[in-house]
């Protein structure tokens, strides 16, 4: 049985529970499965004990999910969709957004910093990086695809990883792509 099954019988089971998942083997479509499913938290290994801390302690923080009503009158375990929350190693979480963008090539994210104060920035993806993706891949992904969400929400992970800061501007530019990123696009669903 792998994480996702353990994930889906852990839910049946409690599906109030707050779960943190951890892999060695952490893809995109792995932690947003997850997070579907309802996963907490999403860690990749190895990570530090302060890391796998702030995780379970972000956990203990959300809401706990209810069961969703069924037409039936039953109540299943499908949990409500949550923000997905990626936490950096060096201790800045960031989230998603619930302020509007002004074009689908931007992305909005709250930076919490380590001491709890929080951040809004913006990632605007340029064209030629979309233009890039679907000449490598042979496959066009739109704006609005979730691939790019993801790629922004990783150029910010890794500017807080490398600066140790926001960005002053509280502006970002993805402005160009990691080779192993367009074997994920290549795979991506046209969601």
Known sequence: ????ET???LRLSDPGARIVMATAYGSIELAVDAMKL??????RKPMTPETLRNSVAA????????PVS????????QPALTPIETITMNGFSILDSSK???TSAQRRFTVVSPDGAQHEV??????E???????????????ESSFWTEQARSQLGDYLWNEGKVPPSGRLTLNEIKSEKLQIAARWSQD
Do not use: H
């Open 100 to 102: 509007k963008v002004e």
């Open 59 to 66: 956990a203990f923080t959300k809401q706990v999910m209810e």
């Open 122 to 127: 913006l990632v605007t993806i340029e064209a």
């Open 70 to 77: 069924s037409a039936a009158g039953e109540r299943s375990a």
């Open 38 to 43: 309802g996963a907490s938290d999403f860690l």
């Open 1 to 4: 049985m792998d994480g996702l």
């Open 129 to 143: 990086v979309l233009g890039y993706v679907e000449q490598r891949t042979r496959r066009r992904l739109p704006l």
């Open 7 to 9: 994930l889906k019988r």
